[in-house]
C-alpha cells in the first residue's frame, strides 16, 4: 500500500471515516483524522484502537487495503 493514499485519506476535508485492512485480517476502523498519526518516513502508522486507550503499529506493508 502506497502511503499517500492513506494521507490522502486521513487529511481528506470534509473528513470521511475509513478502515485499514491489514494482512492478518484484522481491520481498524478510523472514525476521524485524530486515531491515525503517521511517521516521518511514511513506513508505520499507529491506530488508536477501538477502547480508546492503546494504539497498534502497523507497518504499511502490511497493508492490504482501506475501505
Same mark, same amino acid.
Given at each position: ?5 492513506? =494521507?490522502?485519506?486521513? !487529511? @481528506?476535508?470534509?473528513? =470521511?471515516?475509513? $478502515?485499514? &485492512?491489514? /494482512? *492478518?485480517?484484522?481491520?481498524? /476502523?478510523?472514525?476521524?483524522? =485524530?486515531? @491515525?498519526?503517521? $511517521?516521518? /518516513?511514511?513506513? /508505520?502508522?499507529?491506530?488508536? %484502537? =477501538? *477502547? ?9 506493508? &502490511?497493508? !492490504?487495503? @482501506? %475501505?
Amino acid at each position: 500500500m502506497n502511503p499517500d493514499q492513506l =494521507e490522502r485519506l486521513r !487529511t @481528506l476535508r470534509p473528513f =470521511e471515516p475509513f $478502515t485499514i &485492512h491489514v /494482512s *492478518d485480517d484484522v481491520k481498524y /476502523s478510523i472514525p476521524s483524522p =485524530e486515531y @491515525l498519526l503517521r $511517521t516521518k /518516513s511514511g513506513r /508505520s502508522v499507529a491506530v488508536l %484502537t =477501538e *477502547d480508546g486507550e492503546t494504539f497498534a503499529v502497523i507497518d504499511m506493508l &502490511h497493508v !492490504t487495503r @482501506l %475501505t
